[in-house]
């Protein structure tokens, strides 16, 4: 399980004092106004950054971080996904999963191992699961509990898969 997690993205500068809009990744937002320091990540490099104020805006989530105060500086950020400890993420309701800890997980068939979730990305209507096969192909698996899989099961580190047309 992963204990530092993605909990949004820098969307873009806003205003003249290093604001950025900031787009959280489960939707909810509230986690952002106790958060005090987080990594900042793009494209594999991180750095630290102090969280100086949040505020909502007209419906946008606005965060100022030290150090970060012209637009130059907030445009400099854009595109950085916001990593926070587990604790401090925003909180899963009941069934809920990050989709961190999908990555790894086995996707099993009748008891067998068919396949290991590789990457996740969002779809229209549920998160995707990319699953490294076990006849080498990568497949794309909706994560719709109930039509293509049960619930993941986190402790277990496995998805059951209800149709095995998906992977072959």
Same mark, same amino acid.
């Given at each position: 399980?992963?204990?530092?997690?993605?909990?949004?993205?820098?969307? &873009?500068?806003?205003?003249?004092?290093?604001?950025?809009?900031?787009?959280?990744?489960?939707?909810?937002?509230?986690?952002?106004?106790?958060?005090?320091?987080?990594?900042?990540?793009?494209?594999?490099?991180?750095?630290?950054?102090?969280?100086?104020?949040?505020?909502?805006?007209?419906?946008?989530?606005?965060?100022?971080?030290?150090?970060?105060?012209?637009?130059?500086?907030?445009?400099?950020? &854009?595109?950085?996904?916001?990593?926070?400890?587990?604790?401090?993420? &925003?909180?899963?309701?009941?069934?809920?999963?990050?989709?961190?800890?999908?990555?790894?997980?086995?996707?099993?068939?009748?008891?067998?191992?068919?396949?290991?979730?590789?990457?996740?990305?969002?779809?229209?209507?549920?998160?995707?699961?990319?699953?490294?096969?076990?006849?080498?192909?990568?497949?794309?698996?909706?994560?719709?509990?109930?039509?293509?899989?049960?619930?993941?099961?986190?402790?277990?580190?496995?998805?059951?898969?209800?149709?095995?047309?998906?992977?072959?």
């Amino acid at each position: 399980m992963k204990q530092v997690l993605a909990t949004g993205t820098v969307k &873009s500068a806003f205003g003249v004092n290093g604001k950025v809009k900031v787009a959280s990744y489960s939707g909810d937002t509230d986690h952002f106004f106790k958060l005090t320091n987080v990594v900042l990540e793009k494209k594999g490099r991180r750095r630290e950054a102090e969280v100086e104020k949040v505020e909502r805006h007209f419906g946008e989530l606005l965060v100022k971080f030290k150090g970060i105060d012209t637009p130059e500086d907030a445009k400099a950020i &854009s595109g950085c996904d916001i990593l926070v400890p587990r604790e401090q993420a &925003s909180k899963l309701k009941n069934g809920e999963v990050y989709a961190a800890d999908l990555i790894g997980m086995k996707l099993l068939y009748d008891n067998q191992e068919v396949g290991v979730v590789a990457e996740t990305a969002e779809g229209s209507q549920a998160l995707l699961l990319e699953v490294d096969c076990s006849d080498g192909k990568r497949r794309i698996i909706p994560l719709l509990r109930g039509v293509f899989v049960d619930n993941p099961d986190v402790e277990e580190g496995t998805i059951r898969l209800l149709m095995k047309e998906l992977v072959q």
